[in-house]
């Protein structure tokens, strides 16, 4: 019983960034299957926080170091960016909740432009909270990993330069400012393209969150 918790709990951490991506790829899928699957990810997401409600209850206790700090702004703002951008979603929706929704919602320029900046933030956000509990998870997954300095860089550097570039093609800066965009340089190209620039944004932050570890470890 035990061992089927941790392999349930393992599979829904796994399937949250992997049903992320095709959400994020609405430019790609019909507009009933993208919020189709921001409900079945909003699922995904209360079955995680409710398996790790204890973290809630802990916030009391302990030392708060500044990684601590870090890593619970981290997770606040994910929880409040993760709501504010479902809730906007279903405000405009135009298959699943097109009818309760009322008209003055369903036509806001500013709920739209929060549906559609918000995933950007929040592919931010999911990156550094990977990032920060990179070690853990790899560790837990028996994940393989190189042992040479040199490798690790040279991915880091890799990953690193595809997520700038990406976020350059993507113009993820103008998107978080609100900026109202109706495609980019990214979306023109083929959907496993826009998925592959997606995961060099999020590796990316991903990156940054592990080197934050580090460096407040190290102090």
């Known amino acids: 019983m035990n061992k089927f918790k941790i392999n349930f709990r393992m599979t829904v951490t796994a399937l949250l960034p992997l049903l992320f991506l095709p959400i994020m790829c609405f ?14 990810w909003l699922l995904l997401v209360l079955i995680h926080v409710g398996q790790n409600r204890q973290w809630f209850a802990s916030l009391k206790r302990g030392r708060w170091t500044m990684l601590r700090i870090i890593g619970t702004a981290v997770d606040m703002l994910l929880l409040v960016v993760l709501l504010v951008m479902v809730g906007a979603g279903s ?15 369903q036509r806001s320029i500013l709920i739209h432009q929060l549906h559609v900046s918000l995933p950007y933030a929040l592919l ?13 998870w790899r560790e837990r997954w028996h994940l ?47 959907a496993i393209v826009y998925v592959c620039l997606l995961l060099a944004i999020w590796g990316m932050y991903l990156i940054l969150g592990a080197l934050l570890i580090k460096i407040f470890r190290l102090r």
């Open 124 to 136: 931010i956000l999911m990156g550094l909270h990977w990032g920060l509990h990179f070690k853990g």
């Open 27 to 40: 430019h790609y899928v019909p507009k009933v299957l993208h919020e189709v699957l921001g409900i079945l």
């Open 144 to 190: 393989p990993w190189p042992d040479s300095k040199c490798v690790k860089a040279v991915l880091a550097l890799l990953v690193t330069a595809g997520g700038i570039y990406g976020s350059i093609l993507d113009r993820v800066g103008d998107r978080l400012l609100m900026k109202h965009i109706f495609a980019t340089p990214a979306t023109g190209e083929p």
């Open 91 to 105: 405000g405009i929706s135009n298959h699943l909740f097109k009818d309760i929704m009322p008209m003055d919602i």
